[in-house]
């Protein structure tokens, strides 16, 4: 009972983590946070039920039509995707070196797409400083305008994101480990709990299983199978609630109406 107990706080927290991690990224678009919660598990549901990660692209029409702004439903995915894949190396890479002897299969990639995005952010401010002033003062053709165009576009984009991650970026980072050690400790605690042969040291090969579509593992499969019937459970009963709280204040709306309309009447 108490395993049970343990897994079913665990799932709460992976999830809590989670969505903590998308709001704090949407947090300066102010979406009410009913409707974001509702966005969250909505989209989860979806990329439960899509191999590859392609339910990320509903997340960004979902994202967009929320703040109507499209680069913000991208970029919003995008950071997201990135802090998520950084805290999960931060827990993969010393658990492959000191369980498993050696590196999972997607532990260098991430390891590479980390740097790439890194260097690729910082380097943006400083080259668009300079390429600027260089266009400026040494060219003058319409091939140089049409940099200087290009430019102003992928700063354009760099200010859409630096406005989603300043000044919470470290709250992105504790939020995304948190939940991805959460994780490992449910997925522990489910396989003793279902009987089902799962070691720490396994965790690589369980991300392997994901991102890879390698040998499907039974407690990947399982913890997958579970997630996607409680997230819909929950999906469901609050578009329920979500609708309800609508119809009623539609129906509020119109009684206000009606009585005010009464009133000049008489």
């Known amino acids: 009972m108490l395993t049970l107990l343990w897994v079913i706080a665990g799932f709460a927290c992976v999830h809590l983590f989670k969505m903590i991690r998308l709001y704090l990224v949407l947090m300066e678009h102010k979406i009410p946070f009913g409707r974001f919660v509702l966005l969250y598990f909505r989209t989860t549901l979806v990329n439960l039920l899509i191999p590859f990660k392609l339910g990320e692209v509903y997340r960004v029409e979902e994202v967009w039509r929320m703040t109507g702004i499209w680069q913000v ?6 950071v997201d995707r990135y802090f998520d894949i950084l805290a999960l190396f931060l827990w993969l890479l ?3 070196i000191l369980l498993s002897g050696k590196l999972s299969g997607v532990t260098p990639v991430f390891g590479v797409l980390i740097l790439a995005g890194l260097v690729l952010y910082l380097a943006i401010p400083g080259s668009h400083t300079y390429l600027n002033r260089f266009l400026i003062k040494k060219r003058a053709s319409v091939r140089s305008m049409a940099a200087l165009s290009a430019l102003d576009v992928v700063k354009k984009w760099y200010d859409f994101t630096a406005n989603l991650v300043t000044g919470r970026a470290f709250l992105i980072i504790i939020t995304s480990a948190a ?6 400790v449910t997925l522990k605690k489910l396989s003793v709990y279902l009987g089902i042969n799962y070691r720490f040291r396994d965790f690589g090969k369980y ?4 991102f890879l579509r390698g040998g499907k593992m039974e407690i990947q499969q399982t913890y997958t199978l579970i997630s996607v019937v409680v997230v819909a459970v929950i999906t469901a009963v609050g578009t329920v609630i979500w609708a309800a709280k609508r119809i009623n204040k539609q129906d509020g709306t119109a009684v206000s109406v009606s009585v005010k309309t009464g009133m000049k009447i008489r």
Do not use: F, Q
């Open 179 to 184: 939940g991805w050690g959460a994780e490992i």
């Open 207 to 210: 991300i392997d299983s994901i």
């Open 94 to 96: 010393p658990m492959d």
């Open 73 to 78: 439903g991208l970029l919003s995915v995008v």
